[in-house]
């Protein structure tokens, strides 16, 4: 379930459905957790709130003060929920809490992927400055653990927060940094998916000339639709593309289609 959502074959949410069943089937539970919450985040991949919001009812039903690990994720998944339903505070008191619990718990991993959403957060609600100061602390550590996900991530972060205090240079420094990671272990998607903020970030991208093939790769992967501004930028990937002027084209996935007299 989790090769599926993060590789984005629409598969998450069956894949998790069968290992709760074979649970049912052989009496052993232990996973039971991951498989509900990687349905969650499936679901909400597939733009299913409601199917997320009942595979977490059913989270938090089993979790276990000895379980802090699981505490954790049902709090980041609950935090990614509230943000993608414009629940700002909410979001942000479960991505404290998800934190908070990760730090206490002693997994490097968790210790520097959970503060990473808690950033994003922070620069919607206009608190620019304490999301710098997270992501200035997290970037030596993940650089050390040579984890590119999470820096990619990262980089990604801190290109939303130099946009939102105007700092161009250095949002584009980070941006292109960023996307560059992405691109090399050819990653498609971030953790807390939220189309309307990663579209602007990409558009930017492509107005720059900035790692165009792999942007447009996500662009195609994820289905994402062009706002406003994206929708006048030339090498948006659209799936049809009509020219008139200069002479009648027309474009499927940016290659011309030939049409053959009777």
Known sequence: SMYYT?????????????????????GVYMLNSLALGFA????????NLDDCAG???RFAA????ARPLDQAFYHWLHGHLAYLQGDT??????????VAIAQQSGSVFHQHMTPISLARILIEDGQCREAGEIIESLLPGIRDMKNECLEYE???VEAQRAFAENDQPGAFE?????????????????????????TPLLTRALEAGIEVEHVQSVIHKNGLTPNRR?????????????????GFTLERNGEPLEFKGK
């Not at 459905?17 to 089937?25: D, G, Y």
């Not at 089993?62 to 003060?65: E, G, N, S, V």
Request: aromatic share 6%; with cysteine.
């Open 174 to 198: 980070s941006l292109r940094a960023g996307l560059t990671l992405m691109r090399q272990i050819d990653s498609v998607t971030v953790i807390w998916w939220k189309p309307e903020w990663l």
């Open 6 to 26: 993060r590789s984005l074959q629409g598969e998450g949410v069956r894949s998790a459905r069968e290992a709760l069943e074979q649970a049912e089937q052989s």
């Open 154 to 156: 990262c980089l990604l």
């Open 89 to 98: 505070r909410s979001a942000c008191d479960h991505a404290r809490q998800c």
């Open 40 to 47: 969650a985040l499936s679901s909400i991949h597939a733009d």
């Open 62 to 65: 089993i979790l276990h003060p």
């Open 230 to 246: 994206s929708a006048v930028v030339e090498n948006w990937p659209w799936p049809i593309r009509v020219r008139a002027l200069g």
């Open 55 to 57: 595979f977490l009812s």
